[in-house]
């Protein structure tokens, strides 16, 4: 569906750097090399100083190696919390740029490196600062809401940030003291949060293209052929997924959802690279990915983030050797983006 905000030459703009993403992901490091390069890594974080704050999408050699090596793998508001209070002087992301950002707006005296600096997001490539901030200027009496998936930018516009995990409560507590609000990027999220609490939402059109793919009637075929399973569904997915989830949350939410539902079978509407911490922390339960196109149809995504997958052990060892793709950003911007940042970080904490 074509996003009515964006020319349509940035629409193809971002099907063309999802397509040369999935072109550029290289294949996984065969048994033998895989355990020196997770060594070698190992001990070029140790020198560094460096510690490793991954996402549940990326692979699950760097989300094992983040463990092991004192790091984190979480939700973006963790991650975001975990980099800011970590005492090591480099901050690693592995996952996508809008996160490596954040790090850098919270901790301006770290050094902040990227695994891959061209791993982007539909979500952020589709919400360019200048279109979004005129679209604000022309509703002044609304309170801006932006979700994390956004250039440091957006962010500085935005009265509030927020993750899909705090998204809900924050705009209904808002909508309780009589807030209008814009909500950009993600129209799904922003439909879903919309129908959940009442609140007066005027909506970007961005969409996630993984998430987007997830197809309501497959699911709902999927869901006969398998009558006991539950339904976990990122709310990035269209209002058909949504409606067939038996749990909606960010990915943590997903996870610990996993574990604590009495179900031993789950079907899974996220990015696949979900189900490795699924089906760790939950060994003894069965976990399929939800459909992400007609029957008998080739998917595009296949439920896989294209700029997620581009970060790889080989690629970590690269940047750290280099010290190459450290994130900077503009000081005024990044003082101005700190202060909605700080409000989701800390209406995250409350709620914890
Ligand atoms: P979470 O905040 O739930 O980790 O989601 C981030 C994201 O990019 C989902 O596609
Ligand atoms: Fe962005 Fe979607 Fe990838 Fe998450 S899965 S980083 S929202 S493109």
């Known amino acids: 569906m074509l996003n009515p905000n964006l020319a349509e030459s940035d629409q193809a703009s971002i099907a063309q750097k999802a397509k040369q993403a999935r072109a550029s992901a290289q294949a996984p490091p065969a048994p033998a090399a895989r355990q020196a390069l997770l060594q070698q ?7 560094e100083d460096a510690v490793l704050v991954a996402h549940y999408y990326v692979d699950s050699d760097l989300q094992e190696l983040a463990e092991d090596t004192g790091g984190c793998v979480a939700d973006s ?3 975001a ?5 970590h005492s090591a002087s480099t901050v690693v992301v592995a996952g996508v740029r809008f996160m490596g950002e954040t790090a850098k707006i919270l901790s301006p005296e770290k050094r902040v490196l990227l695994i891959e600096p061209q791993a982007e997001c539909s979500l952020d490539l589709g919400c360019p600062a200048d279109t979004f901030s005129t679209f604000c200027d022309q509703h002044p009496d609304r309170t801006v809401i932006v979700y994390a998936n956004t250039s440091a930018e957006v962010k500085a516009r935005a009265d509030w940030v927020v993750t899909s995990s705090i998204a809900r409560d924050l705009v209904a507590d808002l909508s309780a003291k009589g807030e209008k609000m814009i909500w950009a990027p993600d129209r ?10 009442g609140a007066d939402l005027l909506l970007w059109d961005g969409s996630c293209i993984v998430h987007e793919e997830f197809k309501g009637e497959v699911l709902s075929n999927l869901k006969k052929q398998h009558p006991r399973a539950k339904v976990l569904v990122h709310p990035e997915s269209p209002a058909s997924v949504i409606e067939l989830a038996d749990v909606v949350g960010s990915t943590t939410q997903l996870i ?10 789950f079907i ?6 979900i189900l490795h911490k699924m089906r760790q922390t939950a060994p003894d339960k069965t976990f399929l990915a939800a459909p992400t ?13 294209p700029w997620m997958k581009m970060n790889d052990l080989q690629r970590l060892i690269a940047t750290l050797q280099a010290g190459s793709s450290q994130v900077s950003i503009d000081e005024e911007i990044r003082i101005r983006a700190e202060v909605p940042i700080h409000r989701m970080v800390e209406y995250g904490r409350q709620r914890a």
């Open 41 to 47: 890594a190992a001990e070029l974080l140790s020198r």
């Open 77 to 79: 508001l963790e991650m």
């Open 81 to 85: 919390r975990f980099g800011f209070t």
């Open 188 to 197: 799904y999220l922003g439909d879903y949060v919309k129908r959940q609490t």
């Open 256 to 265: 610990v959802a996993a574990q604590q539902l009495d179900s031993s079978f």
């Open 268 to 273: 899974v509407a996220t990015e696949e690279g």
């Open 293 to 305: 196109a007609g029957e008998g149809a080739t998917c595009v995504s296949c439920a896989r983030c």
